[in-house]
């Protein structure tokens, strides 16, 4: 079943405007050309200043008509006679679609034309400039914000479900992990990192001994001999306790403790096995395999992911929250570095350039494309009215021109013949 030919997209009111000055341009034109045939009445078969007159009306009648023909050939058949090479725009739009897409193609997607254009707009300075005035960075920031709102708002619990199950899971399982938390392990180990984390730990630890004696010496009573006297217990509790706190205390203050190098010890012993010891990677193995196998893993990564998504959103809700001050404060810096670095902003435009070049080489051919994939689904008749709605005005100075122009020409000729005889 054959399609119709889709309908060219019009504007109502600015079709109303063009169709009033096309209509004007005509009007004037046929007045100028009626104007010219009632001057050659007139004056026909006159001598002297009359007869220059008449040859110039003449032939500005015939330039009138020689131009109206070559204009309305290109719409449709001048008074609906078939003549060859008339109608040309119905005929052969699919040749003239073609013919504006090499146009395009080889005056407008050029490489050397498009990085010209990409540096003559000194893209990042503009960006910067913009950037720098405090009601744009506070707009760039408002629309990242609420787009980001928006998107954390799209990802449903089912969404975090199947990523885990489908996507980190399977994943995690075809993974070894003993060789990368060793790695991990080691580099810590070598840099020291443990140190600060040790350090924060001693710290919680000694101060919650010191501020929870009670609870250590019920812990120690209940696992005191049965027989022995309650006294005693509390009295060796205690002085444990004190003892638990010294011995705390010593660690924290002293970097070179003997326990802090114990603890370093096991630590680079471990990072070792799980490199290289088959039995310490294998025991790693089955661990990581009954805590991908928990039901507690997929429940709590959807807990985590909401907490965050809470976190998040709240904060880029709110005007003053830290997310969007931070934002707006590296927004701010971002245009200041704009403005100052010309190798920054070099950098950015080059960049831009490469990308355009790059999107151009690759889809330019489909982009263009569609001016003849467009225009050969119009249908003929519809698209040389719509293009006469558009140039037609202009094209009617065709017209007045060619009745002035050959009217001068014509006085020019009988000038001539005049001065022969």
């Known amino acids: 079943m054959a399609t119709s030919a889709p309908m060219i997209t019009t504007d109502p009111a600015a079709d109303a405007v063009r169709r009033r000055g096309l209509r004007r ?87 050397d034309i498009i990085r010209d254009r990409i540096s003559a707009a000194t893209i990042s300075l503009r960006v910067g400039r913009w950037l720098s005035d405090p009601v744009s960075a506070r707009r760039v920031v408002d629309e990242i914000a609420d787009v980001a709102v928006i998107g954390l708002g799209k990802i449903r619990d089912e969404h975090v479900e199947t990523l885990v199950l489908e996507g980190l899971v399977p994943r995690f399982r075809e993974e070894p992990i003993s060789p990368l938390l060793g790695g991990l392990l080691s580099e810590a180990l070598s840099d020291n990192l443990h140190h600060g984390l040790v350090d924060l730990a001693l710290d919680e630890l000694h101060g919650w001994l010191q501020a929870n004696p009670e609870t250590v010496t ?39 403790h003997h326990a802090r190098f114990a603890l370093d010890s096991m630590l680079e012993q471990l990072a070792r096995d799980l490199l290289h010891n088959p039995e310490t990677q294998a025991r790693t193995e089955r661990l990581k395999e009954r805590l991908l196998d928990h039901a507690q ?20 809700e709110d005007p003053d929250g830290a997310v969007r001050k931070r934002l707006l404060a590296e ?69 007045i021109n060619g009745t002035i122009v050959g009217g001068l020409v014509g006085v020019l000729i009988h000038t001539t013949a005049v001065m022969i005889h």
């Not at 007159?53 to 309305?72: H, P, Y």
């Not at 120690?220 to 011995?247: C, F, Q």
């Not at 831009?352 to 689904?377: N, Q």
């Open 331 to 399: 927004v701010c810096a971002f245009a200041e570095r704009l403005e100052e670095d010309e190798a920054l902003r070099s950098r950015l435009d080059t960049t831009a350039s490469d990308a355009a070049v790059f999107a151009v080489s690759r889809y330019g051919d489909e982009v263009i494309a569609v001016i003849t994939h467009t225009i050969e689904r119009w249908d003929g008749k519809e698209a040389a009215r719509r293009i006469e709605l558009h140039v037609g005005r202009d094209l009617q100075f065709i017209r």
């Open 218 to 256: 019920e812990v120690l009573g209940e696992r005191a001999p049965w027989w022995a006297p309650p006294r005693l217990n509390d009295r060796i509790a205690a002085r444990i306790h004190v003892e638990l706190v010294r011995w705390v205390g010593d660690i924290r203050s002293d970097p070179r």
């Open 25 to 111: 341009m005509r009007t004037l034109a046929v007045s100028l050309l009626l104007f010219a045939a009632l001057v050659y009445v007139v004056t026909i078969d006159q001598d002297g200043f009359l007869g220059f007159v008449n040859a110039g009306a003449e032939a500005s009648m015939v330039g009138a008509i020689a131009d109206w023909f070559a204009v309305t050939a290109l719409f449709k058949h001048p008074l609906g006679l078939p003549i060859p090479h008339t109608a040309l725009i119905p005929k052969r739009k699919d040749e003239l679609g073609k013919g504006l897409e090499e146009f395009v193609g080889e005056n407008f997607l050029q490489e």
């Open 297 to 316: 893993v997929l429940s709590s990564s959807v807990s985590l992911w909401n907490a965050l998504r809470r976190a998040l959103t709240g904060s880029l």
